[in-house]
């Protein structure tokens, strides 16, 4: 009698943990996949919350940023030098309202400032310029746009120095993921 109940018990024990283990990949699953909505929702709302209140100013900094690229005279008017404060300016202003990659492209270009002179040094910079406006646009209106295809724009000998331009994108890619 008492094998009979043990027997019983056991069987009935073997059941519930036969259910429970089919069930158990349902309820991890659900698990995951509720923790990956919510780390979802949440860059939402930190992306519409920077929409909102910078947009004008995201427009503003893409803009400044769009023009050192396209205008040297623009550029060199602006952020020489002796105005410090304008440089200052748009280095917090894309660090408050730029995303990481542009921060990170942001705190290269401004690590390569201070290198030498050197022509590596200069592909460098107007590359990264080109990464930071692609950066940028893709921040502000979702867009993604290749620095390559802006750097096409107002680089009239682009293709005799594509290499070298391709090489200093790589190299930036590189430097950004460390």
Request: net charge neutral.
């Amino acid at each position: 009698m008492i094998v009979k109940i043990f027997s019983f018990v056991l069987i009935v024990l073997i059941g519930v943990l036969i259910v429970l283990v089919k069930q158990a990949p349902k309820h991890i699953s659900e698990y995951l996949l509720e923790d990956v909505k919510n780390k979802n929702a949440r860059q939402l709302q930190v992306e519409s919350y920077f929409k909102e209140i910078g947009g004008k100013e995201q427009l503003k900094i893409l803009l400044e940023w769009s023009n050192m690229l396209v205008d040297l005279e623009y550029f060199k008017e602006k952020y020489t030098d002796e105005k410090t404060d304008n440089v200052n300016n748009l280095i917090r202003d894309t660090l408050i309202y730029g995303s990481d990659k542009t921060v990170r492209l942001l705190s290269l270009y401004m690590q390569n400032a201070y290198l030498p002179d050197s022509e590596q040094k200069n592909y460098d910079q107007v590359v990264n310029t080109a990464c930071i406006v692609s950066s940028l646009k893709e921040d502000f209106t979702g867009y993604v746009i290749s620095p390559q295809t802006l750097l096409k724009l107002k680089i009239t000998d682009y293709e005799d120095n594509k290499q070298f331009f391709k090489d200093a994108e790589k190299r930036i890619r590189q430097k950004i993921k460390e």
